[in-house]
C-alpha cells in the first residue's frame, strides 16, 4: 500500500463533478473507451461523477501491458516458484504471524472452517504476509491498471471491463479511499489479493469497523476463507500428500483426474508419506508435475479449491506445501530435476503445435503446460513406447522436432 496524504472519497466526488469530463473533447481510441466504461458503470450503479472521476486523467500504463505477457508461475519451473516463495524466512515469517494473529486465526477456524494454516499460506504467497502492500515498487492504483487492460488487451477487454467497474463501485461504496485502491498490475488488491468482483461476493467486514477493508488483516484473512468455503471447502481435511511411486509404477495412471481411494493407489504402487493423516477409503487424483524425476502427489478434494484461487498447478503446490511446512513437516521427500532446463515460451509452443499434429490435442496453444497439454504428452510417450509421465522437457522436444 501507498500512503499518501489523504485525499477523502467525497472530495474526489465533488472535484470531478467540476471538471468537464475525461476528454470530452477528446477523440482518441483511449478516451472513448474511458468514456464508455464510464457510461457503463453508471448503467450499473456506480454514482453519477464517481466513474467519470476516477476515469478523468488516467493514462495507460506500459508496464501493465507488458505484465501480462510474463506471467511468473508459467514462466519457470515449478521448482523454481516453490523456491522462491518457500524459504526459511518466509517460513519463520509466517509461524510469527500465526501466533500474532492467533485469536484471528482461531475465530475464523470456528467460523469458517478453514485451518489457519492453509489461510496463512495464502497470505504469505499472495502479498508475503502484508509485506509487498507497502512496497512502492510493486502496487499500483487499481484503477489505472485495469483501464490499461479493459482498452488496452482486446483479448480479455469484458473481463477488465467488469473488474474496473467493480472497482469503481468499491470507492463509490466507500470501503476504501482512492489512494488506497492499489494493487497488482491485474488489479488484485489487499493481503490476498482479491480481484474487485470477488471483493464484491466474498469480502467481508470481520474487526467491526464496518466497513469490508482488505488492507485489513483481520478483514482480508477471513474474507478469504469466506471464499474458498464457499468453492467448497471440506473442514477438517488437508490438500493432500506427497507419494512415493514404486518401481515399476505405471505413469498412465497418473492422469491428474481419476480419483482412486488411498488403498487402492497404494495397491498400485502409490503410496502417500503420510498415511496416518490419511484415510484408506478417502479417494485422491495423482499427479507427476515433473514426471518421473521428481515428486508425486496425491490430491485430495480440497487441492481443487486451491486452484479456484489460481489455476496455476506452481501455485497451488506451494499455498500447499507452505500449509504443511507453516504447520512443521518437512520438505517433500523427493527431490526435483533441478538440472532440467525449463522450456521457452517459443518451445512450449512449438511442443503443443507438434503434438497436436500427431494427433494429441491441446487446446489452445498458447505456450502453457496445463492439464491438458500434459495428457497429449503423455498420449504421445505411451504412443511411441516410452514412459507416459506427461513432463515436457528437452529430450521430449527434440524427439518430436525428429519425427515430423
Ligand atoms: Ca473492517
Avoid at 498400485?268 to 508419506?273: D, E, M, Q, T, V
Wanted: with cysteine; aromatic share 8%; net charge neutral.
Amino acid at each position: 500500500m501507498i500512503r499518501r496524504a489523504s485525499l477523502s472519497c467525497a472530495a474526489v466526488f465533488t472535484a470531478a463533478l467540476a471538471m468537464t469530463g475525461p476528454g470530452r473533447s477528446e477523440t482518441s481510441p483511449w478516451a472513448d473507451c474511458l468514456r464508455g466504461i464510464s457510461a457503463d458503470a453508471e448503467a450499473r450503479g456506480v454514482p453519477q461523477g464517481m466513474a467519470h472521476g476516477q476515469l478523468l486523467g488516467v493514462a495507460s500504463s506500459p508496464a501493465v501491458l507488458s505484465a501480462t505477457q510474463s506471467q511468473a508461475e508459467f514462466a519457470k519451473p515449478i521448482w523454481a516458484y516453490l523456491d522462491a516463495t518457500i524459504t526459511e524466512a518466509t517460513i519463520a515469517e509466517g509461524q510469527r504471524k500465526l501466533a500474532e494473529w492467533a485469536d484471528t486465526f482461531e475465530a475464523i477456524e470456528r467460523r469458517f472452517g478453514i485451518d489457519r494454516f492453509t489461510l496463512a499460506a495464502f497470505w504469505g504467497v499472495e502479498s508475503g504476509y502484508g509485506k509487498v502492500l507497502d512496497d512502492a515498487a510493486i502496487v499500483r492504483p487499481v484503477v489505472q491498471s485495469l483501464a490499461t487492460l479493459a482498452c488496452g488487451d482486446p483479448g480479455r477487454s469484458s473481463y477488465w471491463r467488469n473488474e474496473l467497474i467493480e472497482a469503481l463501485r468499491i470507492l463509490a461504496q466507500g470501503d476504501v479511499s482512492p489512494e488506497r485502491l492499489t494493487g497488482s498490475w491485474a488489479g488484485a488488491m489487499g493481503h490476498t489479493q482479491f480481484m474487485p468482483s470477488v471483493y464484491r461476493t466474498y469480502a467481508l467486514d470481520f474487526d467491526g469497523d464496518g466497513r469490508r477493508d482488505l488492507w485489513s488483516t483481520p478483514d482480508s484473512l477471513a474474507s478469504t476463507a469466506n471464499y474458498l468455503a464457499a468453492m467448497g471447502w471440506r473442514r477438517g481435511e488437508r490438500w493432500g500428500n506427497e507419494a512415493i511411486l514404486g518401481e515399476s509404477f505405471d505413469y498412465a495412471l497418473a492422469d491428474e483426474t481419476t480419483l482412486r481411494s488411498h488403498d487402492e493407489w497404494r495397491g498400485l504402487g502409490a503410496g502417500a508419506i503420510s498415511p496416518s493423516d490419511t484415510e484408506g477409503a478417502a479417494t485422491a487424483t495423482l499427479v507427476v508435475p515433473a514426471g518421473a524425476g521428481g515428486p508425486a502427489f496425491l490430491l485430495r478434494p480440497n487441492f481443487s479449491v486451491i486452484l479456484r484461487y489460481n489455476t496455476s498447478l506452481s501455485y497451488a503446490l506451494t499455498v500447499a506445501h507452505l500449509s504443511d511446512r507453516l504447520r512443521g513437516q518437512g520438505a517433500f521427500a523427493r527431490d526435483w530435476p533441478r538440472g532440467d532446463r525449463a522450456l521457452t515460451d517459443a518451445e512450449r509452443r512449438d511442443l503443443q503445435t507438434r503434438l497436436g499434429a500427431h494427433g494429441h490435442a491441446v487446446g489452445v496453444i498458447d505456450g502453457r503446460i496445463g492439464p491438458k497439454t500434459r495428457a497429449a504428452i503423455r498420449a504421445y510417450q505411451g504412443s511411441v513406447g516410452q514412459r507416459p509421465d506427461g513432463y515436457a522437457d528437452v529430450a521430449l522436444l527434440e524427439r518430436l522436432r525428429a519425427s515430423p
